[in-house]
């Protein structure tokens, strides 16, 4: 069974830095890719980074130039930084895994001052 765990989240002022970091569990994770989302009070769950096997990575535009994607294969993980977080950016974020469509529990990023 698949499991993903975030973590790293909290409570950061406008311009701060966060660092998401996600463990992967139960499959042989370098041959899959990975992806980060955030889901906002009354909107939808947005795709906010991906990466694929080869390391190749993707970003929402409105993350574009913030966000870092990258991930560890020796250690089954996949990170997020975000940088110049904005209160935009308040969210419950969480690791995804498409190839077994498989999510993690979500971590509480607040952006306030």
Not at 31 to 47: F, H, T
Not at 63 to 70: G, L, M, N, P
Not at 88 to 97: G, L, P, S
Request: aromatic residues 8%; glycine residues 8%; neutral net charge.
């Amino acid at each position: 069974q698949v499991q993903l765990v975030e973590s790293g989240g909290g409570l950061v002022q406008p311009g701060g830095s966060l660092e998401l970091s996600c463990v992967v569990s139960g499959t042989i994770y370098r041959v899959y890719a990975m992806a980060w989302y955030r889901q906002a009070p009354g909107k939808q769950r947005e795709l906010v980074a991906s990466i694929d096997h080869t390391y190749n990575a993707r970003y929402a535009d409105s993350v574009k130039d913030r966000a870092i994607i990258s991930r560890d294969n020796a250690k089954s993980t996949v990170s997020l930084q975000m940088n110049s977080l904005k209160p935009e950016d308040t969210a419950v974020y969480y690791c995804h895994m498409p190839a077994f469509d498989s999510w993690g529990q979500g971590t509480q990023v607040t952006v306030s001052s």
